[in-house]
């Protein structure tokens, strides 16, 4: 099968390569997917350039996220799953087989159905930004009812955070940084977008909620200000981001508001925090309450364009077409 793969780290014009390997085959409890388009996140740059290194088995096919079809499962999966259409999650994570390949194999839970309904780009987009999200808001119980704030909500993961708080039963207020983040923001569902780089956005977030009780951060040292303008002992900040420098913590402002500060790492959750992301998200998607954000796809010869359009920023998802 064709498949793009690193044996080092590296940039992605140095590293990635796209080459011929033996298909691989299901073991116990896993399926195989041909793939149709694979999710390009973060993440997958920072892996293979060795920002944040992972293990590489003898060569990495990376990606986590992506869409496509069962066409074989190993001993104790059901083969009633082969020809299911799927988006997955996780699937380099500790597996040489991501899904920037004609074929992933990963294990079967991390490959959920995609309904009739929801299009392929959809479901390579869900993955790292729609279960980083859950957690995010979930963590410290149900949203239903609460006031939420999400940093960088014209952002992939801010996308799915605003879309899950929504159909959870959330108020939500988002920042961005412009007028065509806005839009984006606000086709999400976000009752209050806001500019986080005018001088009155702490004011209008007050307005909208004087206490925040979630505020799904990625830039704590950049926002902390704002952040702490609505926060108070409700107020649970959940930061799934690292800055270029670590923040200084204002210790005794964070005191004084009673805030709560967590950190998290999709890599990390618990697996019964995954297992019900997963289903909340299949949930809100079965509903049609998940969007897709603007896509740029490359064809994965292209792949090390994909990972350097996603470094540099790129707005909405990068997908890269599996041929
Ligand atoms: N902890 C985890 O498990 C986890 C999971 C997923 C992603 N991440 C990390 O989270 C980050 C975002 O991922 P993503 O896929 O959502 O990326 P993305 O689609 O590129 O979105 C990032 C968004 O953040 C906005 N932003 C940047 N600085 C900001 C600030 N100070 N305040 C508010 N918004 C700001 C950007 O827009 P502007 O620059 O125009 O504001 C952009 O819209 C990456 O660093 C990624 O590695 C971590």
């Not at 073991?27 to 041909?34: A, D, K, L, N, Y």
Request: glycine share 10%; with cysteine; proline share 7%.
């Amino acid at each position: 099968m064709q498949a793009a793969l690193y044996r080092a780290y590296g940039t992605a014009v140095e590293s990635l390569r796209v080459e011929d390997v033996d298909t691989p085959e299901p073991g116990p409890g896993e399926v195989r997917v041909r793939m149709q388009l694979s999710g390009v996140n973060p993440t997958d740059w920072k892996s293979r350039s060795g920002a944040t290194p992972r293990p590489i088995d003898a060569f990495q096919v990376p990606h986590h996220d992506g869409s496509g079809v069962i066409d074989a499962v190993g001993a104790g999966v059901s083969a009633g799953r082969v020809g299911q259409r799927v988006w997955t999650w996780l699937a380099a994570a500790g597996n040489r087989w991501g899904t920037a390949a004609q074929w992933s194999v990963l294990p079967a839970r991390q490959a959920v159905p995609l309904p009739g309904g929801a299009s392929a780009e959809l479901g390579a987009s869900l993955g790292v930004p729609a279960l980083t999200a859950h957690r995010a808001l979930f963590a410290d119980g149900p949203v239903d009812g609460k006031s939420v704030l999400v940093a960088g909500g014209a952002g992939a993961v801010g996308h799915y955070a605003i879309e899950l708080a929504k159909f959870f039963g959330a108020r939500v207020a988002a920042t961005v940084s412009g007028p065509a983040k806005a839009e984006l923001a606000r086709k999400a569902g976000a009752d209050l977008v806001v500019n986080y780089r005018d001088a009155a956005a702490a004011g209008e977030l007050r307005e909208f909620a004087p206490q925040m009780d979630r505020i799904v951060e990625l830039a704590l040292g950049a926002n902390l200000d704002l952040d702490l303008a609505v926060s108070g002992p409700r107020t649970h900040i959940v930061d799934y981001a690292a800055e270029v420098a670590d923040p200084v913590l204002p210790v005794r402002r964070c005191m004084s508001a009673n805030v709560t500060v967590r950190f998290i790492l999709l890599y990390g959750i618990p697996a019964e925090a995954a297992d019900a992301a997963v289903a909340d998200v299949s949930r809100a998607l079965a509903a049609g309450a998940l969007t897709e954000l603007p896509v740029t796809r490359f064809p994965l010869e292209r792949v090390a364009a994909a990972h350097d359009a996603v470094e540099a920023g790129a707005v909405g998802k990068v997908l890269v077409e599996i041929p």
